[in-house]
């Protein structure tokens, strides 16, 4: 089968201006025909995005540096060819979906591409009714973007990048910043326009899972393609993956581990999981899970004091939405709870009443006894401490020492003490040493970590985290996670809001499961993710492992926890 | 307070050509800023009022109600005591300086209702179409629009940051002047900051989008002069060329 | 004077007048309420910013200034006038980028805003002032001869209203976000290409100088007038009214006399 190729690279090398180490893509050689479906994946500074930005000539017209090779799309050398030329053929998705939405109204937004290239104004009107139902937004023409959920943007945007009807659409980790219903919608759209044959596609995703879709995986790292091949092959080079600091698929690497089993018989999902279990004629021990329940009750008996009681909590925001209608919920000393439901269904508002942000509208809020209607957040804040999802928000010094030391300098520390904290919190986190650094100059990972030291140095007794793993690698995710392990067995403890799963099975103890301001599941970890279907009603998808458990008839939590329960062969 | 005034509603006000608004907005200007006599004021007023309600826009006057009200406070206060003038009612406060002082408040809160009115019956784009029509070059109007349209991200981005920062300990309300100045900085640097940091992708965004690839291009949206607006422009300047006479010639 | 059409050619400056102009906007309405005078001006904060954006992003900050202005005179002080306010800002943020250059304060190879050495802080303050006065010229001129608010009490009002923010918030921010600034390639003289940036002559020079002459000539000038017209400085300036010929003339060569000064660099 010859196709047509779309895009060609040769010999590509790109090295940014004042990058230093290393080239952002070297000698990278690639071939893409029309009408496929490529699937591009690597740690963070892999060269994804680089190459991305390399098809539409981004780099090198927008960012400046040192270029060598050469590159085809569509018989244009990209090189010698404007960005808003490149535009016609080439259509560039963002993660960002906030930058890349220009109008105040959604059908203008699909209109303004098409605008730019003069395409005639009936035709433009017929492209965006085409586009609402392509990227599925019914019912939303004109509606402010600004209104839209974050999913709902990204289709947006999406489709303000279809409607110039490009013949290749690449897309940079559209679903980074999107909840799992997001992520659903985004997915649905790249299997309609692969099904749609002419369109080449290409998504650069963290997401291993929905990766069976396409018809290629590329695996990137240090500015070169290390394997370029089919997904289900890809995907069942299990080590190698791990090694890049890509997430694995967790059914294949509980078979590579626990029986060793040959790389091109390795299962894949869930189910072919179940038959190859019971094709190897293994079982689950009773006993070894029993230890396991029971490990998760002698937990729940050593939690501390209640610290944190909310009874009724109602919460009406002043343009009328009721986001939380009766929540009854406390957190102990000692305790690692993680809050799940999609965006907008309350989980914030709920966490932002516990250091006093918020005020309840009904029903009340006590702090280590504490109503905090009663109390001002700051001394509230000395208790709570809250690390914002975005590290950006809050990060303003110039100096790693200057951000950590706020909150003891504010709170009337003196020197000595504000020294001391400083050095502790910054060990906590594992940043020692880097008082004098830039905090700007950071990784979004490590600018994360100051984000948490700044708020460990005003000593609270509780962490709340919102999304703290969001927009960071498999790695850098791990290790964020192993940051907030070790604080809560130092005794802190720990309220996460999160959408990833395998954190919460494999890190959280408790599970709260918000849906419209209402508390629909709560209980250990184990006792809610053997209920599958109803975490579905909320859009929630168990990890791989823990759903072959359940088909199992056992909940486990993790890739580990299934090795030690495996009987048999 | 919600930044984003357009109401997106269908009237006759939100019809006409954006061209059409501006003019009256000037007229407006023109009239308010020429007569210092309370009786014309409220007639201008009672006028303004009228056309925003044809538009159903005074529902954002609550929106502005505090700017509203502190802007007519301030001129009775300020023009009470500096205006001098009789008969003196207590220290230099005389009933002369308030009367000025109450139509200089009117007249400022008109002007400032007739933009509020403006933004309310049109949208940024047709904004942004409006002054290209008028001869302004694209690439200001879209910069000039875009703005407008950032304002409420902004000011939404910047509460985020205030709640993050108020965790930590932020009091901004303790003080003397300079040290509550200075207490924005924690606000002001992560708000400039994330906004700046999106700059490149923006760009980037709108290249991907086509944008400069012609000096022309088309306009979905159209706004064209018609009959309404032919009536709107014609009182418009009636109204202007009777102030006017009135004002400079009798 | 050229970069500030030429610079429109470039997207990533267009949207730097964007955004500049929307965070100058949305820090000015949440103060349009705490109002010093009524439908003019008001406690300001956000006068920090202008400078930054202009020695930042040089054009964009300029036009971002003025655009920004005007989007917060609708929520408080919108009309005739703000036609003075949008020229008035615009000059806010021009000025000290053009004198920073062109005034000799700070040396060629150490031209880039990181307020590092004791000369560049001096530098910030006087082009700091030097703008504040630009802008306190153009607007007080505008409305003295449209005969709303009088010059004295106007013009020394927005001078100092501009140029204590300006300094005692500006520098902090410009501190911190000039290495951002810079490690983005958003400062203007890294977007804009070599040949736009206009060149550091004796003419060049020579207009700064005259810049600030016309600058000390129109507010000093003017505010002597005004004085000896019978008007008094700040609140007191209220008592007398706006419409004095020859505060309207001095100040008036003041204003235009910056504009040309500004062709010349």
């Known amino acids: 089968m010859s196709k047509e190729n779309m895009i060609e690279l040769r010999n590509l090398s790109f090295q940014y201006k004042d990058q230093k180490d290393g080239k952002a893509l070297e000698k990278v050689n690639l071939t893409i025909s029309k009408g496929e479906f490529v699937l591009v994946m690597g740690p963070s500074g892999a060269g994804k995005s680089t190459m991305a930005k390399c098809l539409n000539g981004l780099v090198p017209h927008f960012n400046r540096g040192e270029y060598s090779g050469e590159v085809i799309v569509n018989g244009f050398v990209v090189k010698d060819t404007p960005v808003s030329t490149m535009a016609k053929e080439i259509g560039l998705v963002f993660q960002d979906f906030e930058s890349q939405l220009f109008s105040t109204n959604t059908k203008l937004e699909i209109a303004f591409g098409p605008e730019n290239f003069q395409v005639p104004r009936d035709e433009i009107h017929s492209r965006i009714l085409e586009m609402f139902d392509l990227v599925d937004l019914h019912g939303m023409e004109n509606r402010q973007p600004s209104t839209l959920s974050g999913g709902q943007k990204q289709r947006l945007a999406i489709g303000s990048i279809l409607s110039t009807y490009p ?21 649905n759209i790249a299997n309609k326009l692969h099904a749609a044959e002419d369109v080449t596609l290409i998504i650069i995703e963290h997401e291993t899972e929905e990766s069976l879709n396409a018809d290629r995986l590329i695996l990137m790292q240090e500015g070169k393609i290390i394997l370029d091949g089919k997904p289900s092959d890809v995907l069942r080079e299990v080590e190698l993956m791990a090694d890049l600091g890509i997430m694995p698929l967790q059914i294949p690497k509980y078979f590579l581990e626990n029986f060793g089993t040959s790389k091109t018989e390795l299962p894949l999902m869930p189910e072919e999981g179940i038959a190859k279990f019971k094709e190897l004629g293994a079982s689950l021990d009773e006993q070894q899970h029993q230890s396991l329940i029971q ?35 406390s957190v102990r000393d000692g305790e690692f709870v993680a809050l799940l439901g999609h965006n907008g269904s309350g989980k914030t508002t709920m966490v932002k009443h516990f250091n006093g942000l918020l005020m309840p509208t009904a029903g009340k809020v006590m702090v280590k006894g504490q109503n905090t209607k009663e109390t001002s957040i700051f001394e509230v804040g000395q208790h709570v ?37 400083v050095k502790e919190a910054l060990a906590a986190v594992g940043m020692s040493g880097t008082e004098e650094e830039d905090p700007f100059s950071m990784t979004k990972g490590e600018r994360q970590r100051i984000a948490v030291a700044s708020v460990l140095s005003a000593r609270p007794d509780v962490i709340i985290l919102d999304e703290p793993t969001t927009g960071l690698d498999y790695r850098e995710q791990r290790q964020m996670m192993e940051l907030v392990k070790k604080l809560n067995r130092n005794g802190h403890t720990i309220i996460m809001i999160t959408h990833t799963m395998w954190v919460v099975s494999e890190y959280a103890h408790k599970v709260a499961v918000i849906k419209d301001g209402k508390m629909m599941m709560y209980g250990t970890t184990r006792e809610v993710f053997s209920h599958d279907e109803e975490l579905a009603k909320s859009f929630l998808k168990t990890p791989d492992i823990v759903h072959m458990s359940n088909l199992l008839g056992k909940t486990v939590l993790s890739v580990d926890e299934l090795k030690q329960c495996t009987k048999g062969v | 307070m919600e930044m984003f005034l357009y109401l997106d509603n269908d009237t006759f006000l939100h019809r006409l050509d954006p061209r059409t608004k501006m003019l009256v907005m000037l007229a407006t200007f023109v009239v308010a800023l020429m007569f210092y006599s309370l009786n014309t004021l409220l007639i201008l007023s009672a006028v303004v009022l009228i056309y925003g309600l044809v538009g159903k826009t005074l529902s954002n006057l609550k929106r502005i109600r505090f700017i509203l009200l502190m802007i007519f406070l301030f001129s009775v206060v300020l023009w009470s005591l500096t205006y001098g003038g009789e008969p003196k009612l207590l220290g230099p406060i005389s009933l002369e300086g308030i009367l000025y002082g109450i139509v200089i408040g009117i007249k400022f809160d008109i002007m400032i209702i007739a933009g509020m009115i403006f933004l309310s019956s049109t949208k940024v784009e047709e904004i942004s179409l409006g002054l290209v029509k008028i001869k302004v070059p694209y690439r200001g109007a879209f910069a000039f629009a875009t703005a407008i349209r950032m304002v409420p991200m902004i ?96 | 004077m050229k970069e500030i059409f030429s610079m429109w050619k470039d997207t990533k400056m267009v949207v730097l007048v964007a955004l500049s102009a929307g965070i100058y906007a949305a820090v000015l309405i949440p103060f349009k309420g705490f109002v010093l005078i009524p439908g003019i001006t008001e406690f300001r904060p956000a006068s920090a910013l202008p400078v930054v954006l202009g020695l930042l992003f040089g054009p964009a900050g300029a036009w971002g200034a003025a655009i920004g202005n005007l989007i917060g005179d609708f929520f408080g002080s919108l009309g005739i006038g703000s036609t003075f306010g949008f020229v008035g800002n615009f000059l806010f943020a021009y000025v000290p980028y053009k004198l920073w250059r062109n005034l000799g304060l700070v040396s060629k190879e150490d031209m880039e805003p990181n307020l590092k050495s004791s000369k560049q802080i001096i530098a910030y303050i006087v082009v700091s002032i030097l703008g504040s006065a630009a802008c306190a010229l153009f607007i007080g001129w505008g409305l003295e001869i449209l005969g709303m608010v009088p010059f004295a009490a106007l013009a020394s009002i927005i001078t100092l209203n501009n140029s204590i923010p300006s300094i005692i918030l500006g520098m902090p921010l410009l501190i911190v976000l000039y290495p951002r600034i810079k490690k983005w390639d958003l400062l203007w003289t890294d977007i804009i290409p070599e040949a736009d940036v206009p060149a550091i002559t004796a003419k060049s020079r020579t207009g700064a100088v005259v810049m600030v002459a016309f600058i000390l000539v129109g507010l000093v000038g003017g505010l002597i007038a005004a004085v000896g017209g019978g008007q008094a400085l700040l609140y007191s300036g209220f008592a007398s009214t706006a419409g004095d010929a020859l505060v309207g003339i001095i100040a008036g060569i003041g204003s235009i006399g910056v504009l040309v000064a500004g062709f010349m660099q």
Do not use: W
Not at chain 1, 398 to 414: H, Q
Not at chain 2, 173 to 181: C, I, M, T
């Open chain 1, 295 to 329: 490990m998760d009750m002698d937990r729940e008996k050593a939690y501390g004091d209640v610290l944190i009681e909310v009874s009724g909590l109602e919460h009406i925001y002043p343009n009328g939405n009721k986001a939380l209608a009766g929540i009854d919920f």
């Open chain 1, 167 to 187: 013949k290749i659409v690449c897309m940079d980790e559209p679903t980074t910043d999107l909840d799992p219903l997001g992520k659903i919608g985004i997915f």
């Open chain 2, 155 to 250: 000011v939404a981005t910047s509460y985020t940051i205030s709640q993050a920062q108020r965790s930590r300990g932020l009091d901004l309300d303790s003080g003397n002047l300079v040290e509550r100045a200075k207490k924005y900085i924690p606000l002001l640097i992560p708000t400039i900051i994330s906004v700046i940091r999106g700059t490149n992708v923006f760009a980037m965004a709108l290249e991907s989008k086509g944008f400069g690839y012609s000096e022309d291009r088309t306009n979905y949206l159209q706004i064209s002069i018609k009959k309404g607006d032919l009536l709107v422009i014609f009182m418009a300047l009636v109204v202007i060329a009777i102030s006017v006479y009135y004002r400079f010639i009798i």
């Open chain 1, 385 to 421: 401490g809250y690390v914002f999802q975005n590290p950006d928000h809050q990060i303003f010094s110039d100096t790693v020492y200057e951000e950590v030391a706020f909150s003891p300098k504010i709170r009337g520390c003196d020197q000595e003490e504000i020294d001391i904290r």
